[in-house]
């Protein structure tokens, strides 16, 4: 099994902050990484799939980068309502494993 | 637009089988290039895949779970549906129902989620 790790499993940050968080697999999955954004009682939605592709409607401000083992999602500037959990998940010879979310607090 | 929804008892009893059900409409479940797929959350926890299914039958499933796990697919009722024996409480979830999109490489949509309880 591909194991995916997340960190920081929590963040603080202020209004307009520049937020990172990194996802790792245990092997490579090339390009094949979706970061999803999940506020509590919803269902995830889909914010950028293949490492770096933005989902039409999502903003601009979050960016995703990365392959093979490492990968980034970035929110330039934060905002109120980016405050959820985020997950990776990976999808690699028609298996698929999520990471454990990070949540995202707003000080 | 596509939405898929779960259906199926709330409350499960300790070693029966969990058995869900989840309604495609607003688009065909034999449309190529995507896969339909079981996600669970337990409570305060991540997500964990369940299972995939293409329209063709073709099936794929977690493989700490297989055991236990069975995925269909009905697509004259455009439908697909999990199955999990054997459950105890660490089965209690809320269970998604979703699509995933082989090009793009993503659950797209969602189904809005059903929380199963195992309990006496």
């Known amino acids: 099994d591909i194991q995916m790790t997340q960190s920081p499993s929590t963040l603080s940050a202020s209004i307009g902050d520049r937020v990172t968080i990194t996802c790792r697999a245990s092997q490579s999955v090339g390009i094949w990484l979706a970061w999803y954004q999940q506020k509590p009682g919803k269902a995830p939605k889909l914010l950028i799939n293949k490492a770096s592709n933005l989902e039409s409607g999502v903003p601009s401000r979050f960016s995703g980068s990365g392959s093979g083992t490492e990968f980034t999602l970035t929110i330039s500037s934060l905002q109120p309502d980016d405050s959820a959990t985020y997950h990776c998940?990976?999808?690699?010879?028609?298996?698929?494993?999520f990471g454990e979310g990070t949540k995202v607090e707003i000080k | 637009q596509l939405q898929l929804q779960e259906s199926g008892p709330d409350l499960v009893k300790p070693s029966e089988t969990l058995s869900l059900t989840c309604t495609v409409s607003g688009g065909s479940i034999r449309t190529n290039d995507y896969f339909w797929g079981w996600i669970r959350q337990s409570p305060g926890k991540g997500l964990d895949w369940i299972a995939s299914?293409?329209?063709?039958?073709?099936?794929y499933r977690s493989p700490s779970l297989e055991s236990r796990v069975t995925i269909s697919v009905d697509t004259f009722r455009n439908q697909f549906s999990l199955k999990l024996t054997s459950v105890t409480a660490a089965d209690t979830a809320v269970y998604y129902c979703?699509?995933?999109?082989?090009?793009?490489?993503?659950?797209?949509?969602w189904g809005q989620g059903t929380l199963v309880t195992v309990s006496s």
């Open positions: 299914i293409y329209h063709s039958g073709h099936t």
């Open positions: 979703a699509r995933f999109g082989e090009t793009r490489g993503g659950f797209d949509y």
């Open positions: 998940q990976q999808y690699n010879s028609y298996l698929w494993t």
